[in-house]
């Protein structure tokens, strides 16, 4: 791996399998690479889930996560709630899957500017930053599999992100998931915001709160079943600093410039892969008017589809529907499109 510099830290683990008969049960191994950057002195992290009898690689069955503008990729796509991660739903039917943590979260170097005052500098990690560290952890997975495509899955700003990376590298994506995806919106001014420092910081009190604001009253006590907040807070709390996480604020900067003035950051219509737009009937974040624009504008994609998921927010993957979009998107991956 000539230019690369990778580092195994963890190897496999048996995990308990949800929803496959017990005679088809593998052992699925977890994996964590340290990934050099395109630019010196920055490590991506990347986790790995794949099935222990894992040898015949294919495009269709190599994924990478792309995480949103707040909350990093492994803790995320990777955390176990009722015994099972997003990454160990598809790597339990045969999926090799990552999940990248772009520079300045998670595990990955944070970039210098992150590490004073975060009114010394300007907005850190914006999309074409982000965008580097996407390309990075493809070519990653592309060498490391010797495979020549694979499956692209983006979450909110990871979607804006895998989308303009699917653009743009066609050759390189067999099938793109957006979920949760962004596009215009009225509802943000930049005149009226703030000067933006490098990082802000995001406290994790109150989340759930924040998670359920614009949830029905009478759904927000089922929404996440007991114990799941807590496990989520505990997976991002390694990375907390006096019980905030410290996050770049390239993509807000992004928002400003681009999605609340009028100008999408990217062309969905030079999309040539199969694309699946997923989103959540209560997303206030990315609300499915947002998809669905988004949706309309496939219109290079061979194949398009747009699935909304009810009684569902913004964070439908770690809600109690979340299994409706696992199951959604594996369907998705599974189908073949030949005529």
């Known amino acids: 791996m000539a230019g690369m510099r990778w580092m195994l830290v963890a190897a496999g683990v048996l995990l308990a399998l949800w929803g496959l008969p017990a005679a088809a049960a593998p052992n699925v191994v977890a994996e964590e690479f340290q990934v050099e950057a395109k630019d010196d002195g920055i490590l991506l992290h990347i986790r790995n889930k794949h099935p222990e009898d894992y040898y015949d690689a ?4 190599t994924v990478l996560f792309v ?11 990777d ?5 099972t991660s997003w990454m160990d739903f598809l790597a339990r039917r045969g999926y090799d899957v990552y999940a990248l943590d772009i520079r300045g979260y998670g595990k990955s170097t944070r970039p210098p500017e992150m590490n004073g005052a ?3 500098h300007g907005p850190a990690v914006d999309g074409m930053v982000a965008l580097r560290d996407v390309s990075k952890a493809v070519d990653f997975v592309l060498s490391r599999r010797g495979v020549e495509r694979l499956v692209l899955v983006g979450w909110s700003w990871g979607a804006t992100l895998a989308g303009r990376y699917a653009s743009e590298a066609s050759n390189r994506v067999e099938r793109l998931v957006l979920y949760a995806p962004q596009w215009l919106r009225d509802d943000v001014a930049a005149a009226d915001a703030p000067k933006l420092g490098a990082w802000r910081a995001v406290k994790l009190d109150g989340l759930r709160e924040r998670w359920l604001r614009e949830v029905p009253e009478k759904e927000r006590r089922d929404l996440i079943p007991q114990g799941w907040m807590t496990a989520w807070l505990a997976a991002l709390g390694t990375r907390a600093e006096d019980g905030a996480l ?4 390239g993509a807000v900067a992004d928002t400003l410039a681009s999605w609340a003035a009028g100008k999408p950051w990217w062309n969905p219509e030079r999309v040539s892969a199969p694309t699946l737009v997923v989103q959540g009937e209560w997303d206030m974040e990315t609300p499915p008017a947002m998809g669905l624009s988004v949706f309309a504008r496939l219109t290079g994609a061979p194949v398009r589809r747009y699935v909304m998921i009810g009684e569902a927010t913004h964070t439908l993957l770690l809600e109690k529907n979340r299994h409706h979009l696992f199951r959604a998107v594996h369907g998705f991956l599974e ?4 005529p």
Not at 58 to 61: A, D, L, Q, V
Not at 67 to 77: E, I
Not at 335 to 338: I, T
């Open 246 to 249: 410290k996050v770049p604020n």
């Open 79 to 83: 955390l176990a709630l009722d015994g």
């Open 335 to 338: 189908e073949s499109f030949a």
């Open 58 to 61: 294919k495009p269709g069955r």
């Open 118 to 120: 975060a009114e010394a």
């Open 67 to 77: 995480h949103g503008a707040t909350f990093p990729g492994a803790a995320t796509f």
